[in-house]
């Protein structure tokens, strides 16, 4: 292709490139009461806009791959471990969360431009059956 013909496209991550400018933003440690517990990835999705990352005290954290920025998103009061996590693109974002208690949150994340608060859903599940 010629130079005059090639676009310049934005890249925010590249293959086998280090992501110390997100795992810089991650805490390493959280509290528990008066003792302190080691933050642990568990699982993650990812979109063009964001990577979310599901941690064993439950949090997940949002990555804005535009902005550069983590947003903490709390699934619930205790340190409940995030066991999956998906991510989908629609009219909105949404973030769908399952703890090891059965806890399954969804939150919906304004696509940009959209003034409005990310919103959270959650219920209690026992047992989950496929359909179809």
């Known amino acids: 292709m010629p130079a ?3 676009q310049t496209i934005e890249v925010f991550l590249k293959e086998f490139a280090p992501l110390t400018h997100l795992l810089s933003q991650l805490p390493q440690n959280a509290q528990r009461g008066l003792t302190r517990v080691g933050v642990k990835l568990t699982c993650l999705d990812v979109v063009a806009e964001y990577i979310a990352i599901g941690s064993n005290v439950g949090v997940v954290f949002l990555y804005d791959r535009t902005k ?7 699934c619930t009061e205790m340190l409940d471990a995030i066991t999956s996590i998906s991510l989908i693109s629609s009219v909105d974002f949404m973030l769908v969360v399952g703890c090891q208690s059965g806890l399954c949150v969804a939150y919906q994340i304004p696509m940009a431009g959209r003034q409005s608060k990310v919103r959270a859903h959650g219920h209690m599940l026992s047992r989950l059956a496929e359909i179809g």
């Open 68 to 74: 550069n920025t983590v947003t903490r998103l709390r």
């Open 4 to 6: 005059s013909e090639e």
